[in-house]
């Protein structure tokens, strides 16, 4: 009977201890676009899978990219943004497409080596009103890590 009270006892405790865990797990991810700029996006794993680019109109948003270099019929320039809505990952690959006025951001991602890992393609091209027009980025390719 003692035997059983302190295992009992025990069990309470590790429960106290160790408590269980909702399953979802949040990672931060940073990188670098090969033609220069930056991402950072946070991505939401179950089961340690991940399942959604975490999306917010709160900084930190969702898929962010900064200081992307683009090209318009006014020069060249270097541009920042983000997407506030989230993007759901489907076999360890998630797309993304928004567009605003003239503008269409495309994104494309996969995750490697157990979510370590993230590389991809980013498209950016139209107007930005008032100005500058015919612009883009053509297809930037980007790697991002965990950290």
Known sequence: MKRMRI?????????????????AAIRS???????????????????R???QII????????FAWTGVPMNCNEGSFAISGHFTFPLAVHD????????RD???ATVHGTFWHHGRTVRGN???SGDFYPSPTDCHTGLDTWHAHRG
């Not at 295992?7 to 399953?23: E, K, N, R």
């Not at 999306?55 to 969702?62: N, Q």
């Open 122 to 124: 980013f498209r950016l």
């Open 29 to 47: 991810y940073h990188g670098v676009m090969d033609q220069g700029g930056t991402v950072s996006f946070k991505a939401k794993f179950k089961h």
């Open 49 to 51: 899978r991940p399942v």
């Open 7 to 23: 295992l009992t006892c025990s069990s309470v405790i590790l429960a106290l201890v160790f408590p269980a865990t909702s399953g």
């Open 92 to 99: 360890n690959r998630f797309l993304g497409t928004a567009s």
């Open 55 to 62: 999306g917010s109109t709160d900084p930190p948003y969702g």
């Open 102 to 104: 003239a503008a269409k």
